[in-house]
């Protein structure tokens, strides 16, 4: 069964780091591209980074310079480095990526991890 499982999530206060881990198992023979994304009490999920294949990476505006995504392919993982955390940032962040398996070539999401970051 091919699954993606985020970790790293908590709880932190204002100004402080949290680094999310997302780790892609089961039949896949190939990942491209990978993102982080985010989804707030009564507000719609955005995105809030992702990289490619190749490893280029794009971040929502409210968290350039702040955040780092980032990949190791051996270990079919994606990172979040969250550093000066504010409470907007509070919201469960769920990755998905873009995977060729053994039945078919599709986005996948995880279930998701919380974030709370305190005022």
């Known amino acids: 069964q091919v699954q993606l499982v985020e970790s790293g999530g908590g709880l932190v206060q204002a100004g402080g780091s949290l680094r999310l881990s997302c780790a892609a198992s089961g039949r896949i023979f190939s990942i491209n591209d990978m993102a982080w994304y985010r989804q707030a009490p009564g507000k719609q999920r955005e995105l809030v980074a992702g990289?490619?294949?190749?490893?280029?990476?794009n971040y929502a505006d409210s968290v350039k310079g702040r955040f780092t995504i980032s990949r190791d392919n051996a270990k079919k993982t994606v990172y979040l480095q969250m550093n000066s955390l504010k409470p907007e940032d509070t919201a469960v962040y769920y990755c998905?990526?873009?995977?060729?398996?053994?039945?078919?070539?599709?986005?996948?999401w995880g279930q998701g991890t919380q974030v709370t970051v305190s005022s």
């Open positions: 990289i490619t294949g190749g490893g280029s990476p």
């Open positions: 998905n990526a873009d995977m060729v398996t053994l039945l078919r070539r599709g986005i996948y």
